[in-house]
């Protein structure tokens, strides 16, 4: 029985140990090229088949806006840490071009269940954080929670490509709802209730400080009135030669590929599943 134990515990150990176990210094990284390749996928993840396809989308997405691409899914990332790995990949590697820092990266981690979208400085006002999430919970996690990888980088591919590629029925269905529009006497009506409230909370401050100033003005009136007191007496005593006087005072582009020189500050978004 023992023997057995042992045996099935061996197989156990060679099973994790032939998981992908990756390092920003040993992610294979795809290279520039005649027939570019976005994506790293050392596990063998995706297939051929869905591989093609990202890459011509990401070919599409680079050569009409200038937007270089890094696509990696593996199953485990050392440190168990997909957001710092996919940073220093991005920054080690320069995804994007070095003049206008127009990098993406979106990484997948099956075994650590996490993922993570990172935009390189240049691209974080077109690709918001906002929006990466709302790509995150409409096109990713939905596939994630059901094991369907191919189906979740394919698609949070063809949505980002198409919002920064200004396809309109991708960005209205992605686009963050906008603040609601008030019209002219909604607003008039708002600044007239406004008013009265402004007034009536500059006389509660103007009551609490009149409250705070009660002690020291009733101190000072009987310190007020022992003056006078002694003024009076000054002035009855005034004809044997005696005076008093008391005062006080207050105050208060280039080859196509993911690589070129770009650079990345945190933008994106990202987590587990």
């Known amino acids: 029985m023992k023997r057995w134990l042992v045996i099935v515990m061996a197989m156990l150990a060679c099973l994790s140990l032939s998981a992908g176990v990756y ?54 990332v050392e440190g168990d840490d997909l957001y710092q790995f996919s940073m220093t990949v991005g920054n080690k590697y320069g995804v994007g071009s070095k003049e206008n820092n127009l990098g993406l990266i979106i990484s997948l981690a099956t075994l650590d269940r996490s993922y993570q979208i990172l935009t390189g400085i240049g691209l974080e006002g077109y690709l918001p954080d906002v929006v990466c999430r709302r790509v995150e919970s409409k096109a990713m996690l939905p596939h994630l929670m059901e ?9 949070t591919v063809e949505v980002i490509s198409g919002i920064l590629m200004n396809d309109e029925e991708i960005k209205s269905a992605y686009a ?58 000054s002035s009855r005593s005034s004809s044997r030669g005696g005076s008093y006087s008391s005062g006080s005072s207050y105050s208060s582009g280039s080859s196509h590929g993911s690589c070129g020189g770009g650079s990345f500050g945190g933008g994106g978004s990202g987590g587990r599943f």
Not at 38 to 62: G, M, T
Not at 148 to 153: G, K, L, N, S, V
């Open 176 to 233: 963050v709802p906008q603040e609601e529009e008030y019209t002219f006497w909604e607003i008039l009506g708002g600044i007239l209730i406004s008013i009265p409230l402004f007034g009536l909370l500059i006389w509660c401050f103007y009551q609490m400080f009149d409250l705070l100033l009660f002690i020291p003005r009733a101190i000072f009136g009987v310190f007020g009135g022992g003056g006078s007191g002694s003024s009076s007496g």
């Open 147 to 155: 094991g369907a990888w191919e189906e979740a980088i394919g698609e």
């Open 23 to 76: 390092n920003p210094d040993n992610i294979p990284i795809p290279e520039n090229g005649e027939h570019p390749s976005y994506v790293s996928n050392p596990d063998s993840i995706l297939s051929d088949s869905i591989c093609a396809v990202i890459n011509e989308r990401l070919f599409q997405l680079e050569d009409s806006t200038g937007v270089k691409t890094l696509v990696m899914v593996v199953e485990h």
